[in-house]
């Protein structure tokens, strides 16, 4: 059954909006290699903002496919008559999250191997981009699932991405002073994680079920 969701889900995703958010990422990617490595000499650095622009765009993408499943679910009950099913939260949450992030990977895959071949992103930093958003995934799940008053989802792609800067400036920090790039993720993932944590604890089955406007 949850293989089926998946499916579904996907599907109701990858439509017409979709693709025309992959060609703006694309086009979005293409710019700065076409422009240059402009003022900035540190080459660690220009890696780091690069892979993190990524990030940031797969957040973007992802809050704005998350309106025809998970807020969409929330709004018509199907959530409730899933969880009314037997299907457990947990089951739901990885439905979710498989839907959520291979589809949007879809979508940015053209302007992750321009990165890859236009700008030098490292393996690594590439491996980084991917981990950092399966954990930005579940974090965005949460909060929508979190969310009673489903008129704030509106204002969830700003709030994200302004998180986002500050995890980021929070780290950056962390790696000019030490110059440990593993430091660098190592901060940003705990933060992350710790959000999730609280919200996971704090997203029980009756305000997964609680809408309003």
């Known amino acids: 059954m949850v293989l089926d ?47 993190d622009g990524l990030v ?41 999250i498989a839907s959520l992030y291979f589809s949007t990977l ?7 191997v321009l990165s890859i071949y236009t700008m030098s992103l490292s393996i690594y930093l590439i491996f980084n981009t991917l981990i950092t958003s399966l954990i930005y995934t579940l974090l965005i799940i949460y909060t929508i699932l979190y969310i009673t008053n489903m008129n704030k989802i509106n204002s969830l792609q700003i709030s994200l991405a302004i998180l986002h800067i500050i995890i980021l400036s929070a780290s950056y920090v962390t790696y000019i002073f030490t110059n440990i790039l593993a430091l660098y993720f190592i901060i940003k ?3 992350l994680i710790v ?14 079920l609680t809408t309003y406007y």
Not at 57 to 64: G, R, T, V
Not at 72 to 91: M, P, T
Not at 106 to 112: M, R, T
Not at 195 to 208: A, H, Q
């Open 106 to 112: 879809i979508i940015l895959a053209p302007s992750i």
């Open 56 to 96: 940031m765009m797969f957040i973007i993408f992802a809050i704005e496919l998350t309106k025809s499943t998970i807020v969409n679910d929330k709004i018509s009950k199907r959530i409730e008559f899933i969880l009314a099913n037997g299907v457990s939260k947990n089951k739901i949450i990885i439905n979710y």
């Open 5 to 51: 969701l998946i499916k579904n889900d996907i599907e109701k995703i990858l439509d017409k909006n979709a693709l025309l958010m992959a060609f703006m990422a694309f086009i979005f990617t293409l710019i700065p290699a076409l422009i240059g490595e402009s003022a900035i000499n540190n080459e660690m650095i220009m890696q780091i903002l690069k892979s």
């Open 189 to 191: 993932a705990l933060i």
């Open 195 to 208: 959000l999730i944590v609280l919200l996971g604890i704090n997203t029980k089955n009756e305000r997964i």
